[in-house]
DNA sequence: CAATAATGGAGAGTAGTACTATCTAAGTCA
DNA sequence: TGACTTAGATAGTACTACTCTCCATTATTG
């Protein structure tokens, strides 16, 4: 397959392919020639991953890299799998952040504290703090819902990895954590409007009457 | 209050200010003279709300724009609330997109398919449509355990709606769905690190030995 | 009261990201 | 043979979110 062909059996254009592959994100076709090369069906599969990963889960191509690269090498046991996937989707903590609020949180939830790693407690200080600041208070006890229901979600997450082989686990943990999140996000606003729809009718939270 | 007094008590700089104040996202001060304006609490609280929708919340300027000018207006009856939020934060759909897959969903979970707008069933589609052209197959089940999760988020969501006020009901919708975004998948990584550590240990999925 | 600093408003400039286009030498196919 | 394709390198583009510079005022301070 040359790269014409693998352009048309993807939809992305040659020019992309090249950059990915200068990005590292594809691998190289087999040469052939100094001018020419073969690619074949993990290209293929390469590439419909890669196109998933920035366009549907809105990773940066640096992240899709770090994310592709760290799939690549097989999982050594005590690898960090769910690290891995968590990296790819949140930005490094701040320094000067105070992780205390989390902990408390996580204490409350009985989330081991020792489990949680430090990016995902400051990345949930920093959307909490991002609440507040826009002067937004959630009703009491409404954090609490939120974590049980997440909580059903990781269960549900925790349980499907299969566990015959650490490569199909390591598969199953990055993709599921990035590429579910648009998914999780969709329902719950389709979920809002039918909840808002039962609860109110049409007319005050829904869709209006006139076109938008 | 001057423009720099506003940037200190903010954190944001004063190059900054003037740019959100071009582009309609702060209102102006009121002039003193020729070269001299005042500012008050309201362009406090509306600078720390700018920065938690572009910041924590990840929204674009335009797409902050657009919401924030919804805000301003106080809700006629009628008015689609949940759609100004969720068009802030959903692309709008290709025309292209069969919604047929995203109906029998909506069905299959009893959500009204006609309270749920083309947009985000379009989200909904094309999400799932990534995650199987990555080649990732969610086990079966999985994804109704998925919107149980969603719908009890939601259902929290639409209670908690103060009923007392229009202005009060808009402004908790249309923030509570863009600035809850990021709580919930910050919440679902920390679930899944200690859903993870309980079934598994630390050795398997969670943080591995050795320093990342 | 004069020197210094800050401000409003406007426009231009910058850094980062994700491509997209052009070019050349080399190879393929009809 | 001659049009077409390709690898690889480099340069250019479109967009976004700022950031900087400038000037004619105002304000502040020694």
Same mark, same amino acid.
């Given at each position: ?17 090249? +950059? +990915? ?73 701040? =320094?000067?952040? =105070? ?40 009703? =009491?006890?409404?954090?609490?819902? +939120? ?24 598969? +199953? ?40």
């Amino acid at each position: 397959m040359r790269i014409s062909q693998l352009a048309a059996a993807t939809g992305v254009p040659v020019a992309t392919i090249k +950059y +990915y592959r200068r990005e590292k994100l594809l691998h190289d076709g087999v040469l052939t020639a100094a001018t020419q090369a073969h690619y074949d069906d993990s290209h293929v599969r390469r590439l419909k991953l890669i196109r998933a990963l920035i366009g549907t889960a809105g990773l940066s191509v640096a992240a899709t890299r770090e994310l592709l690269q760290g799939l690549e090498n097989p999982p050594e046991p005590g690898h960090d799998l769910l690290g891995l996937a968590h990296r790819a989707v949140t930005r490094p903590a701040a =320094d000067g952040v =105070d992780l205390a609020p989390a902990q408390e949180l996580l204490g409350r939830w009985g989330w081991g504290e020792q489990a949680c790693d430090r990016n995902s407690q400051a990345a949930l200080v920093e959307a909490l703090d991002g609440l507040s600041s826009a002067g937004f208070e959630l009703p =009491d006890g409404m954090l609490d819902r +939120y974590a049980r229901a997440m909580r059903d979600v990781a269960e549900a997450d925790v349980e499907s990895v299969p566990t015959d082989s650490p490569e199909a686990a390591m598969r +199953y943990v990055v993709l599921g954590t990035v590429l579910v999140e648009p998914v999780l996000l969709a329902m719950r606003r389709l979920a809002q409007q039918s909840a808002s729809f039962e609860r109110f009718g049409a007319a005050t939270l829904g869709q209006g009457a006139g076109p938008v």
